[in-house]
C-alpha cells in the first residue's frame, strides 16, 4: 500500500505503527498532515466501536484508507475496569501519570495472584466507500505495585509479562512489538495488507 493515514495524536502509539508498518506501506501520514481533521469523541462502549468511528470519520475526511485503533487495560480485580475508558481512567485529559496513580490507589493491597490483567487492542482500517476491517490482539500480564522502566507510554511501566520478567516498558521495543496486544493485531492486519497486494 502507497499511503496510509494513522487516526492517532499519540506520538508514542505513531512511532510502534510506523515501525510496525515498516514494508508494507509507503508513507505513513497522521492527523498533522491534515489540518482541519475532526476531533472525535471516543464514546463507544467498547474497542471495537471506538477505533470504528475514528477510521471512518477520516477515511470520509481524507479521502484516503486509515488506520485507528482502541486499546486499553482490563483488570481482573477491577471487573474489567479501566476498559475502553483506559485513557481517561482518571478524569479527561488525565496524563498517563494520573491514571497509573489512580490504578495503584485502586489495587493498594490487592496480592499478586489476583492482579492479573490483559491489554486488548481492536484495529479498523477504513476506506473512503465506508469498507472496514477489524483485528484484534491481547497480551496478558500481571499489575506491579510500583512503575518499572524508562520505554514505551500508558500502563506500560506497571504490566509485566511473566515470561519474560520485566514490564512493557523495559522490553526493547523489537521485542515490545512482537508480543503486545497492538502487536498481535498488528501482524493479522499485515497479513490482510499483503493479500490485497497479491490480488
Known amino acids: 500500500m502507497k499511503e496510509l493515514m494513522v487516526a492517532s495524536g499519540n506520538k508514542g502509539k505513531l512511532r510502534e505503527f510506523r515501525e510496525l508498518l515498516r514494508g508494507v506501506v509507503d508513507t505513513v501520514l497522521s492527523p498533522a498532515d491534515f489540518p482541519g481533521l475532526p476531533e472525535v469523541e471516543e464514546d463507544g462502549d467498547s474497542f471495537e466501536a471506538n477505533a470504528l ?88 500480564g500481571t499489575m506491579l505495585e510500583e512503575a518499572r522502566g524508562a520505554g514505551g507510554f500508558g500502563y506500560d511501566p506497571l504490566f509485566l509479562v511473566p515470561e519474560y520478567g520485566q514490564t512493557l516498558s523495559e522490553l526493547p521495543l523489537e521485542i515490545k512489538n512482537a508480543i503486545s496486544h497492538r502487536g498481535r493485531a498488528m501482524q493479522q492486519l499485515k497479513a490482510a495488507l499483503a493479500g490485497e497486494g497479491k490480488e
Do not use: Q
Request: net charge negative; aromatic share 6%.
Open 53 to 140: 468511528k475514528k477510521a471512518r470519520s477520516a477515511a470520509v475526511f481524507t479521502g484516503m484508507p486509515v488506520l485507528a485503533d482502541d486499546s486499553g487495560l482490563s483488570v481482573e480485580y477491577l471487573h474489567g475496569r479501566p476498559g475502553a475508558h483506559s485513557a481517561r481512567f482518571a478524569g479527561e485529559g488525565a496524563s498517563d501519570a494520573d491514571n497509573n496513580a489512580l490504578l495503584l490507589r485502586e489495587l493498594a493491597g490487592v496480592p499478586t495472584e489476583m492482579r492479573g490483567a490483559a491489554f486488548h487492542c481492536v484495529i479498523a482500517l477504513c476506506r473512503p466507500d465506508g469498507i472496514c476491517l477489524t483485528f484484534d490482539g491481547k497480551l496478558s
